[in-house]
């Protein structure tokens, strides 16, 4: 499993662009693409796509395009336009004038398709899609020659044209390259480029019934653009040869380049976009944006920041060879970003409350509270102290275990910026229940500290008794196994994690976080990260989704 390398060097495409830049190539130009498709929503890998496009761009003085490669409009939407536009943005990268669709080109692709049927490099086979499959072969069975692959230009060019008019139904003909069905790589063995589909465009309506595939598209979108590296993940690196084959055969010039890096493969997660649609459709989250998801609106909503996303990706690095990133290193990157950055309140999820007997009835006092413990440009808050307050249930035991040091009887605690408590009685239901503590305080030790020196082990975080209540989303991790998707006698989904979301209705928070504006983040003491949900929190009604832990509990289990 990969942990991050904070000494790393050029990574390989660094290399390959520096000595571009020393060759001249490209007239030493740098322009880079990210090509997601309006398919779904973005997710943590596309995160470290977008930061490393973007980046290289903005590291050599080039360019980055966004482009959107919208070429199967069945499942293609204009939310997942508005999605991802929104997520490139929000991660702190601009295309500036430079969004395009592969719709832009479809003009120009369709006549790139009928220059290579004229120069006798692609034909229209009438095949079944099943047959093209079956006659191509695979790595151990060598393909075979469409009895269609010897029609002439013409006739390939009246049906193509044909095929463009809307004259056929679905998958009655398709356009394939010419190349080689005797190839070892089973890539180049005539593939596919143009397939009729009778359907409606987000874009481009009913103009079209035939559109190109990725393969075709997107190395001419390429060309077109004037795009020097395009960077895309292993998976495509056997299909490098046919990207050549196709921009050679069109493109007279500078011709783009395609080069390959590992994609993220996450612990305790899916990464792909087909499974995170099944989890969505299904119901098993609430959305593409449900906190536990791993997509950007997801961990935007949960409370992660760009920057602890840029930082994920910088760590992690760039290689040419899969590997497994520990799901660790990303809340890490969450919780040092937070950890400089968020502003310290106080919450108790599970609330037990305390009568501090010897405090005057109906007093309270202003508490000035640090907002951060290092950082005194964050300034302070006031939290109220009166006679009624409340803990944590936890945090107290009538018969303390050994190496508990926080609240039981005859003992005494520190309340976090506020006074020593000693516990004097234990209030207890009918069924025995715990509903009540009666302490004393000491009117001396307002701040935190006794001026006879005594000390007391256990600082507890609290609230006061007119605190308003909260709901608390606990999220954890979606999935209860490291790798969900390895396992092929079981589905992914039945890995699903039971106790990756907790929902706690009644939970007190200090005064100050009534108005928490949607989006605002906080360290609760001694609970973790926190942000106020973007979507169901409102001032007044406060809704907080735990981003992380403030440390890795999950550690400790694999230890177990």
Partial sequence: ?????????????????????????????????????????????HAKSI???????????????????????LTEDTDYVESIQRDVRWLG????????????????????????ISQGQAYVCSLSPEEISAYRGDFTTPGRDSPYRTRSVEENLDLFRRMKAGEFPDSKHTLRAK??????????????????????????????????LYDFAHCLSDAIEGITHSVCTLEFENRRVLYDWIVNALIKGDRPNQYEF??????????????????????????????????????????????????????????????????????????????????????????????????????TEELEVANHPKKAELGTRKVPFM????????????????????????KEVRLRSAYFIKCEQVIKDAAGNITELRCTYDPATRGGDSPDGRKVKGTLHWVPGNAPVAQVR??????????PDRDKEKDFKAFINPASLEVVSDARVEPSLAQANPGDRFQFERLGYFCADALDSKPGAPVFNRTVTLKDSWVKEQKK
């Fill in 1 to 45: 499993m990969t942990t991050p390398n904070e000494t790393q060097g050029l990574n390989f495409l660094q290399e390959v662009i520096e000595e571009d830049q020393r060759a001249g190539k490209h007239g030493g130009r740098v322009h880079t693409r990210f090509p997601p498709e309006p398919n779904g929503y973005l997710h943590i890998g």
């Fill in 51 to 73: 930061a490393l496009n973007f980046g290289l761009a903005n590291q050599y003085g080039g360019k980055c395009n966004l482009r959107l490669d919208d070429t199967n409009p």
């Fill in 93 to 116: 990268f601009d295309w500036d004038d430079r969004r395009f669709f592969a719709s832009d080109y479809f003009d120009r692709l369709y006549a790139f398709a009928e220059q290579l």
């Fill in 179 to 212: 190349i080689d069905m005797t190839s070892s790589n089973p890539v180049l063995r005539d593939p596919p480029i143009y397939r009729i589909r009778h359907a409606h465009h987000h874009r481009t309506g009913d103009k079209w019934c035939i559109y190109p």
């Fill in 262 to 363: 590992a994609r993220l493969n996450l612990t305790y997660a899916v990464m792909s976009k087909r499974k995170l649609l099944q989890m969505v459709t299904e119901r098993l989250v609430s959305g593409w944006d449900d906190p536990r998801m791993l997509t950007i609106s997801g961990l935007r909503r949960r409370g992660y920041t760009p920057a602890s996303l840029r930082d994920f990706a910088k760590r992690i690095g760039v290689s040419k060879s899969d590997s497994l990133i520990d799901m660790g290193v990303l809340e890490l990157s969450i919780r040092d970003d937070l950890n400089e950055t968020a502003p310290r309140a106080m919450a108790v999820l599970r609330p037990l409350k305390v009568v501090v007997e010897n405090y005057p009835e109906g007093q």
């Fill in 387 to 410: 006679r009624e307050l409340y803990i944590e249930a936890d945090d107290f035991q009538e018969v303390p275990e050994k190496g508990f040091f926080r609240l039981a009887p005859g």
């Fill in 474 to 483: 606990l999220y954890d991790r979606l999935f209860s196994v490291e790798q």
